[in-house]
């Protein structure tokens, strides 16, 4: 089965909201709410993809030391495995804008049940809760 190295971060506020951006029509799982991030490139690090993925779909600028690692999923979809490590940030520089015309929310993380997420994201919100 293919496999899938996706890096992801859960950006936290000034208030502890997480944000989520909800995946477009067209694409696989159109109208769930993911975090940002996306797939590693080969060449690059995890943290290289995500300081990429950040600057194209948000507008936003990150430094690979303000990336902490939270935890990671390993999920077997019916189509192929997702390896997703799920990192923090709580630091960047520019103001989050959906450059890609994606939906965003800013959410506490005791409210992120209430978003229909992406099955490998659900065994994460617990460790994001527990941050605070
Ligand atoms: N960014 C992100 N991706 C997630 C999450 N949960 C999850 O299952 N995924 C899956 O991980 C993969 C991320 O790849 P991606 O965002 O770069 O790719 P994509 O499906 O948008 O397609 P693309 O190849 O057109 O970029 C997708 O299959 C996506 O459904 C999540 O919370 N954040």
């Not at 995890?46 to 507008?59: F, Q, S």
């Not at 520089?93 to 939906?103: I, L, M, N």
């Amino acid at each position: 089965m293919r496999s899938v190295l996706v890096a992801a971060v859960a950006l936290i506020d000034a208030d502890g909201r997480v944000l989520i951006a909800q995946r477009p029509e067209g694409k696989p799982m159109a109208g769930l709410w993911e975090f940002p991030g996306g797939k590693v490139e080969a060449g690059e690090t995890p943290e290289d993809a995500l300081i990429r993925e950040l600057d194209e779909e948000l507008g936003i600028h990150v430094k690979a030391a303000c990336l902490a690692p939270l935890n990671f999923v390993s999920h077997r979809y019916d189509d192929f495995h997702l390896l997703m490590l799920l990192h923090v940030c709580r630091r960047w520089d520019g103001s989050v804008t959906g450059r890609e015309g994606q939906a965003l929310k800013w959410v506490k993380p005791l409210k992120l049940r209430e978003f229909p997420m992406p099955a490998a994201d659900l065994p994460l919100i617990p460790d994001l809760i527990e941050l605070f």
